[in-house]
């Protein structure tokens, strides 16, 4: 064996402080280069041999491609032989956005969202019951074999719960060939000008067909056409009405509750992922925490007047829209802006706070005439809620988070994901549930799922369940068993985020590479 394949051999190192230096560094060792603060550690791995490493590597490139990298500068080094290619690892913290977690940077929670999508069981969110879903040729199957000799409506949904008089929804429908509608549990013919009460949430269904169920080689050519026309009405989901019952059974392709017709899309990577529409929590867009209104911050010292800059956000009283809109509401109730706050009457706290409008009028002292006064203010509390979601300036958003606190969602709960995406289970457990154990309970759980799975969950499932395992165990090994998954990258040391970063290259299954890291034992706790 040669000495370029046992050694890494660098000659005449003269980089920053480092005075001509011969030394020998052995390969395929754990090397530690240690001395005093200043005494060229870093000047000879960083500057001298990855510097080296990483020039030669970008040679190996064409000369169009290195016109977008830019040219490397040869660091002053007479000769440096045996080297690999070379990995730096720096000391630094990772990414400083609230989106990046342990396990985005470590790609475990890529591998976790594969696994849900593929192998996760559905359950409803309203009642708990596993979801299903069904083929046409299923569906057809199931009506005929449970609807035996009933008559039924063939309802496609396509309204539920919401509000509104929905008159072009009856237009269209009317114009689509259909001649009955079901609202709100009740059969109706359609007629010209139909509409529904504006102010209350209704539930719309399309009748596409009525018929009687038998066993019959052209019913069942019908049903078919039937079931195809009330899945492209409906969304890919129909209801199935038995004459003389109220309550319809749901059938869906995509995955549905049997009760109550509920249904999910079907589940893929981005569905269980915080930073993709698809899987967000629509409250707090993926973050696990939203900005609430802090009223004391708004008004820190309600002894003081709201002229005497009792309102925290306006200040003194000065002459502007703000102030004469105050004025208005004071007149209104009764009060003067030189009172301490914590006279005023609540009514006109509430408009102050949450905005109104509203016209009055009042006696004019001087004039002996009456005089109108309209209010029409939004709020400082709605003002400080409009400029921090829609400005595009850091420093009004700034300022309008002075004014607030900073809470766990309340709809997602901090899991960060919509409510579907919570309701697939895997061991009993949600992705967020996973992603909020520590590492070492990871591993124990994935140790145990294999065991728990069955029949092509388990297939699939098992190539998956290995990669995670192997990425976990890498975490183990480099001593950092009590993060999580869900831990967020900006509250990471400078010695974690390095190890986390050293366990995705071993990850990578590199065979030969030279890594270089920079105080790798900084920041972590003593055993």
């Not at 490493?53 to 490139?61: D, K, L, N, V």
């Not at 057809?140 to 008159?167: D, M, T």
């Not at 973050?287 to 802090?294: A, Q, R, S, V, W």
């Not at 004014?403 to 309701?423: F, H, T, V």
Request: proline share 3%.
């Amino acid at each position: 064996m040669t000495d370029f394949e046992e050694f890494i051999e660098v000659k005449g190192a003269r980089v920053h402080n480092l005075k001509d230096i011969d030394v020998r560094i052995p390969r395929e060792k754990l090397v530690v280069i240690t001395g005093l603060s200043g005494s060229g550690k870093s000047s000879l791995a960083f500057d001298t041999i990855y510097a080296e490493g990483q020039r030669r590597y970008i040679e190996t490139f064409s000369a169009y491609a290195r016109q977008f990298l830019g040219g490397l500068e040869r660091p002053d080094v007479d000769k440096i032989d045996g080297l690999s290619p070379v990995i730096a690892i720096e000391q630094k913290t990772t990414s400083k956005s609230p989106r990046s977690t342990v396990g985005t940077i470590t790609e475990i929670y890529d591998f976790l969202r594969l696994l849900y999508a593929r192998a996760a069981d559905a359950y409803s969110f309203n009642t708990g019951e596993k979801m299903v879903s069904y083929s046409d040729e299923q569906i057809r199957e199931l009506i005929l074999s449970s609807f035996a000799g009933q008559r039924i409506n063939i309802l496609a949904p396509v309204v539920k719960s919401r509000k509104g008089h929905y008159r072009e929804l009856f237009e269209q429908i009317a114009k689509q060939g259909f001649i009955k509608v079901r609202v709100d549990g009740e059969l109706l013919d359609l007629q010209k000008g139909m509409k529904v009460d504006r102010y209350k949430t209704h539930d719309i269904e399309i009748v596409v067909d009525r018929l009687a169920v038998s066993a019959d080689a052209d019913l069942e050519k019908r049903l078919a056409e039937s079931i195809n026309t009330a899945m492209y009405s409906g969304n890919d989901t129909l209801m199935v009405l038995a004459e003389g019952e109220t309550e319809p059974r749901y059938f869906s392709r995509d995955l549905m509750c049997p009760t109550t017709g509920i249904s999910y899309p079907s589940p893929e990577p981005n569905t269980f992922s915080f930073n993709s529409p698809k899987g967000m929590c629509d409250e707090c867009n993926g973050l696990g925490h939203t900005y609430e209104i802090n009223e004391k911050k708004i008004f820190p010292n309600r002894k003081l007047s709201i002229s005497g800059g009792g309102i925290a956000p306006l200040g003194e009283y000065k002459k502007s829209w703000a102030f004469k809109q105050l004025e208005t509401i004071a007149r209104r109730f009764n009060f003067e802006l030189t009172d301490p706050i914590e006279n005023i009457p609540e009514e006109a706290m509430e408009i102050i706070l949450r905005g109104g409008e509203e016209r009055f009028t009042l006696d004019s002292k001087s004039l002996g005439v009456k005089r109108e006064y309209s209010i029409d203010y939004e709020g400082i509390a709605n003002f400080i809620r409009s400029q921090f979601s829609s400005s595009d300036s850091t420093s009004i958003k700034r300022w309008a988070k002075e004014y607030m606190d900073k809470i766990q969602c309340p709809e997602c709960k901090g899991s960060r994901l919509k409510k579907a995406s919570l309701n697939f289970k895997i061991g009993n457990k949600n992705i967020a549930e996973l992603a909020a154990l520590d590492i070492a309970e990871l591993a124990t759980f994935f140790k145990g799922l294999e065991n728990t799975l069955e029949g092509n969950q388990k297939i699939i499932a098992e190539e998956i369940i290995k990669e995670i395992s192997s990425r976990v165990q890498f975490l183990l090994d480099v001593g950092l068993d009590y993060l999580s998954l869900n831990r967020s990258s900006k509250s990471l040391s400078g010695g974690e985020a390095q190890r986390i970063r050293l366990a995705t290259q071993i990850g990578s299954q590199l065979v030969g590479v030279l890594y270089i890291l920079d105080e790798p034992s900084i920041g972590l706790h003593q055993r």
